[in-house]
Protein backbone atom coordinates (compact mmCIF):
# COMPACT_ATOMS: atom_id res chain seq x y z
CA UNK A 1 0.00 0.00 0.00
CA UNK A 2 0.99 3.68 -0.97
CA UNK A 3 0.17 6.30 0.85
CA UNK A 4 0.80 10.28 -0.62
CA UNK A 5 3.04 12.38 0.52
CA UNK A 6 1.25 15.03 1.99
CA UNK A 7 -0.96 12.28 4.15
CA UNK A 8 2.44 10.74 5.08
CA UNK A 9 4.24 13.73 6.45
CA UNK A 10 0.74 14.58 8.69
CA UNK A 11 0.28 11.46 9.93
CA UNK A 12 4.40 10.61 10.58
CA UNK A 13 4.50 14.29 12.96
CA UNK A 14 0.77 13.14 14.54
CA UNK A 15 2.84 9.59 15.31
CA UNK A 16 6.20 11.12 16.61
CA UNK A 17 3.91 13.03 18.94
CA UNK A 18 1.89 10.16 20.14
CA UNK A 19 5.04 7.75 21.03
CA UNK A 20 6.98 10.43 22.88
CA UNK A 21 6.68 9.95 26.78
CA UNK A 22 4.12 12.78 27.80
CA UNK A 23 1.96 13.03 30.86
CA UNK A 24 -0.78 14.00 28.35
CA UNK A 25 -0.84 10.31 26.54
CA UNK A 26 -3.89 8.18 26.85
CA UNK A 27 -3.77 4.92 29.52
CA UNK A 28 -4.39 1.64 27.93
CA UNK A 29 -4.69 -0.94 29.61
CA UNK A 30 -4.49 -0.40 33.50
CA UNK A 31 -7.49 0.39 34.21
CA UNK A 32 -7.33 -1.54 37.64
CA UNK A 33 -4.80 0.12 39.01
CA UNK A 34 -5.17 3.74 38.14
CA UNK A 35 -8.71 3.03 39.91
CA UNK A 36 -6.84 1.67 43.18
CA UNK A 37 -4.63 4.86 43.05
CA UNK A 38 -7.25 7.57 42.91
CA UNK A 39 -9.69 5.79 45.53
CA UNK A 40 -6.43 5.94 47.86
CA UNK A 41 -5.60 9.72 46.97
CA UNK A 42 -9.60 10.68 47.13
CA UNK A 43 -10.33 8.59 50.30
CA UNK A 44 -6.94 6.84 51.48
CA UNK A 45 -4.66 7.47 53.97
CA UNK A 46 -0.92 6.89 54.75
CA UNK A 47 1.53 5.10 52.38
CA UNK A 48 0.27 3.42 49.10
CA UNK A 49 3.31 1.16 47.52
CA UNK A 50 3.50 0.49 43.92
CA UNK A 51 5.44 -2.04 42.44
CA UNK A 52 6.48 -3.43 39.19
CA UNK A 53 9.14 -3.90 36.00
CA UNK A 54 10.45 -1.22 34.71
CA UNK A 55 8.28 0.05 32.01
CA UNK A 56 5.13 -1.72 33.13
CA UNK A 57 3.95 1.79 33.21
CA UNK A 58 3.47 2.94 37.17
CA UNK A 59 5.65 6.07 37.16
CA UNK A 60 3.14 7.25 34.12
CA UNK A 61 -0.05 6.03 36.22
CA UNK A 62 0.29 8.02 38.82
CA UNK A 63 1.66 11.11 37.46
CA UNK A 64 -1.50 11.18 34.93
CA UNK A 65 -3.59 10.31 37.77
CA UNK A 66 -1.89 13.48 39.80
CA UNK A 67 -2.20 15.57 36.87
CA UNK A 68 -4.12 18.07 38.43
CA UNK A 69 -3.23 17.94 42.34
CA UNK A 70 -0.53 19.49 44.32
CA UNK A 71 1.87 16.89 45.03
CA UNK A 72 5.66 16.76 45.24
CA UNK A 73 7.48 14.76 43.30
CA UNK A 74 11.46 12.80 43.94
CA UNK A 75 12.99 10.65 41.90
CA UNK A 76 16.02 8.63 44.10
CA UNK A 77 17.98 7.80 41.14
CA UNK A 78 18.33 11.93 40.24
CA UNK A 79 17.58 14.05 43.06
CA UNK A 80 20.99 14.27 45.99
CA UNK A 81 18.58 16.10 48.30
CA UNK A 82 15.83 14.18 49.08
CA UNK A 83 15.25 14.68 52.74
CA UNK A 84 15.62 18.13 52.33
CA UNK A 85 13.30 18.42 49.48
CA UNK A 86 10.48 16.19 51.48
CA UNK A 87 11.31 18.27 54.25
CA UNK A 88 10.54 21.93 53.14
CA UNK A 89 7.64 20.41 51.18
CA UNK A 90 4.39 21.73 53.15
CA UNK A 91 2.07 20.19 51.13
CA UNK A 92 0.12 16.95 51.67
CA UNK A 93 1.01 14.54 48.61
CA UNK A 94 4.32 13.35 48.06
CA UNK A 95 5.32 10.83 45.75
CA UNK A 96 9.04 9.02 45.76
CA UNK A 97 10.08 7.05 43.01
CA UNK A 98 12.92 4.26 42.69
CA UNK A 99 11.69 4.37 46.55
CA UNK A 100 13.05 0.43 46.52
CA UNK A 101 16.57 2.38 45.87
CA UNK A 102 16.23 4.51 48.82
CA UNK A 103 14.83 2.14 51.18
CA UNK A 104 17.67 -0.43 50.44
CA UNK A 105 20.41 2.03 50.69
CA UNK A 106 19.61 4.25 53.54
CA UNK A 107 16.52 2.17 55.75
CA UNK A 108 16.70 3.54 59.14
CA UNK A 109 16.72 6.87 57.05
CA UNK A 110 13.84 6.44 55.21
CA UNK A 111 11.77 5.01 58.13
CA UNK A 112 12.31 8.45 59.82
CA UNK A 113 11.25 10.00 56.80
CA UNK A 114 8.47 8.11 56.87
CA UNK A 115 7.20 8.76 60.26
CA UNK A 116 7.66 12.60 59.46
CA UNK A 117 5.57 12.53 56.81
CA UNK A 118 2.93 10.04 59.12
CA UNK A 119 3.05 12.71 61.69
CA UNK A 120 2.07 15.45 59.25
CA UNK A 121 -0.88 13.46 58.01
CA UNK A 122 0.97 13.88 54.83
CA UNK A 123 -0.04 10.84 51.93
CA UNK A 124 2.86 9.21 50.03
CA UNK A 125 2.83 6.85 47.13
CA UNK A 126 6.13 4.91 46.64
CA UNK A 127 7.44 3.62 43.25
CA UNK A 128 9.60 0.31 43.42
CA UNK A 129 10.36 -2.13 40.77
CA UNK A 130 11.03 -4.61 43.39
CA UNK A 131 7.93 -5.67 45.65
CA UNK A 132 9.17 -4.57 49.17
CA UNK A 133 5.94 -4.80 51.50
CA UNK A 134 2.75 -6.61 50.93
CA UNK A 135 0.51 -4.59 53.05
CA UNK A 136 -1.49 -1.86 51.05
CA UNK A 137 0.34 -2.65 47.93
CA UNK A 138 -0.75 -2.29 43.74
CA UNK A 139 1.42 -4.58 41.58
CA UNK A 140 1.87 -3.29 38.18
CA UNK A 141 1.76 -6.94 36.16
CA UNK A 142 4.22 -7.21 33.47
CA UNK A 143 3.17 -6.47 29.64
CA UNK A 144 2.99 -9.13 27.70
CA UNK A 145 2.90 -9.89 24.00
CA UNK A 146 -1.34 -9.16 23.73
CA UNK A 147 -1.24 -5.90 25.58
CA UNK A 148 1.73 -5.03 23.29
CA UNK A 149 -0.36 -5.62 20.26
CA UNK A 150 -3.36 -3.52 21.96
CA UNK A 151 -1.61 -0.57 22.76
CA UNK A 152 0.11 0.12 19.58
CA UNK A 153 -2.57 -1.02 17.60
CA UNK A 154 -4.90 1.48 19.51
CA UNK A 155 -2.61 4.63 19.86
CA UNK A 156 -1.93 4.03 15.86
CA UNK A 157 -5.69 3.19 15.28
CA UNK A 158 -7.47 6.01 17.84
CA UNK A 159 -4.16 8.25 18.31
CA UNK A 160 -3.36 8.63 14.70
CA UNK A 161 -6.17 8.07 12.91
CA UNK A 162 -4.02 6.67 9.98
CA UNK A 163 -2.67 3.33 9.39
CA UNK A 164 1.36 4.39 9.07
CA UNK A 165 2.18 0.64 9.30
CA UNK A 166 2.15 -1.83 7.21
CA UNK A 167 -0.34 -4.88 8.31
CA UNK A 168 1.79 -6.93 10.26
CA UNK A 169 4.49 -4.73 11.63
CA UNK A 170 2.45 -3.89 15.15
CA UNK A 171 2.84 -8.21 15.65
CA UNK A 172 6.65 -7.96 14.55
CA UNK A 173 7.55 -4.84 17.15
CA UNK A 174 5.51 -6.75 19.89
CA UNK A 175 7.02 -10.10 19.54
CA UNK A 176 10.74 -8.18 19.15
CA UNK A 177 9.99 -5.96 22.71
CA UNK A 178 7.66 -7.69 25.08
CA UNK A 179 9.80 -10.05 26.10
CA UNK A 180 10.99 -7.44 29.01
CA UNK A 181 7.65 -6.32 29.57
CA UNK A 182 8.60 -2.87 28.85
CA UNK A 183 6.55 -0.87 26.60
CA UNK A 184 8.79 2.26 26.21
CA UNK A 185 10.98 -0.26 24.44
CA UNK A 186 9.04 -0.47 21.92
CA UNK A 187 7.74 3.04 21.60
CA UNK A 188 11.91 4.17 21.66
CA UNK A 189 11.85 1.87 17.92
CA UNK A 190 8.63 3.06 16.53
CA UNK A 191 9.74 6.54 16.89
CA UNK A 192 12.99 5.30 15.50
CA UNK A 193 11.09 4.09 12.91
CA UNK A 194 8.97 7.21 11.99
CA UNK A 195 12.12 9.39 12.53
CA UNK A 196 13.87 7.22 8.97
CA UNK A 197 10.79 7.32 7.45
CA UNK A 198 10.12 11.50 7.95
CA UNK A 199 13.92 11.81 6.76
CA UNK A 200 12.98 9.40 2.96
CA UNK A 201 10.29 11.53 2.82
CA UNK A 202 12.03 14.71 3.06
CA UNK A 203 14.44 13.04 0.40
CA UNK A 204 12.05 12.93 -2.28
CA UNK A 205 10.05 16.22 -1.53
CA UNK A 206 12.11 17.81 -4.16
CA UNK A 207 12.78 16.11 -7.57
CA UNK A 208 16.15 16.80 -10.11
CA UNK A 209 14.51 19.82 -11.55
CA UNK A 210 14.12 21.41 -7.65
CA UNK A 211 10.36 21.07 -7.99
CA UNK A 212 8.06 19.81 -4.87
CA UNK A 213 6.58 16.27 -5.92
CA UNK A 214 2.95 16.86 -4.75
CA UNK A 215 1.94 13.74 -6.18
CA UNK A 216 4.61 11.51 -4.67
CA UNK A 217 3.75 8.50 -2.58
CA UNK A 218 5.50 6.35 -0.06
CA UNK A 219 5.46 2.94 0.73
CA UNK A 220 4.21 2.51 4.53
CA UNK A 221 6.44 1.27 6.98
CA UNK A 222 6.77 -2.60 6.28
CA UNK A 223 7.91 -5.49 8.68
CA UNK A 224 10.05 -6.73 6.39
CA UNK A 225 11.96 -3.82 6.94
CA UNK A 226 12.35 -4.12 10.48
CA UNK A 227 13.06 -7.60 11.32
CA UNK A 228 14.02 -10.45 8.85
CA UNK A 229 14.29 -12.64 11.72
CA UNK A 230 12.55 -12.62 14.90
CA UNK A 231 14.39 -14.90 18.07
CA UNK A 232 12.37 -17.43 19.54
CA UNK A 233 13.25 -16.14 22.60
CA UNK A 234 11.72 -13.11 21.69
CA UNK A 235 8.09 -15.18 21.21
CA UNK A 236 8.38 -16.32 24.91
CA UNK A 237 5.82 -13.73 27.18
CA UNK A 238 6.54 -12.82 30.35
CA UNK A 239 5.39 -14.64 32.96
CA UNK A 240 3.05 -11.79 35.29
CA UNK A 241 5.67 -12.20 38.40
CA UNK A 242 7.33 -9.42 39.97
CA UNK A 243 10.95 -9.21 41.75
CA UNK A 244 10.39 -9.30 45.32
CA UNK A 245 13.33 -8.43 47.90
CA UNK A 246 13.31 -10.23 51.72
CA UNK A 247 13.48 -7.35 53.40
CA UNK A 248 12.89 -7.31 57.16
CA UNK A 249 9.49 -6.66 58.25
CA UNK A 250 9.54 -6.03 62.32
CA UNK A 251 9.05 -2.13 62.10
CA UNK A 252 5.86 -2.02 59.29
CA UNK A 253 4.17 -0.36 62.30
CA UNK A 254 6.41 1.95 62.32
CA UNK A 255 6.00 2.89 58.48
CA UNK A 256 2.05 2.24 57.82
CA UNK A 257 -0.43 4.23 58.81
CA UNK A 258 -3.23 2.03 60.77
Known sequence: MKIKQKELEKS???????????????????????????????TGS???????????????????????????YV??????????????????????????KFYMNKKGVCVGLLNKLKERMCKVITISNYLLFCDCSVVFKPYSYEDFVFILSKKIEDEIGEEIVEKGVVEVI???????????????????????KSKEVECHVINKKGRTCKSKKFNLIHKNKISSKINKKNTVNVDNKINTVNVENKKNNEIYIE
Open 174 to 196: SRKHSHHGDIRKAFEFILKLINK
Open 46 to 72: GILNICGNPGSGKTFCVLKVLKNTNFL
Open 75 to 100: NCLVEENIIEEINKYKGLMVVIDEFD
Open 12 to 42: LLKANKVFRRSIDQRIYGREHETRKIKEFIE
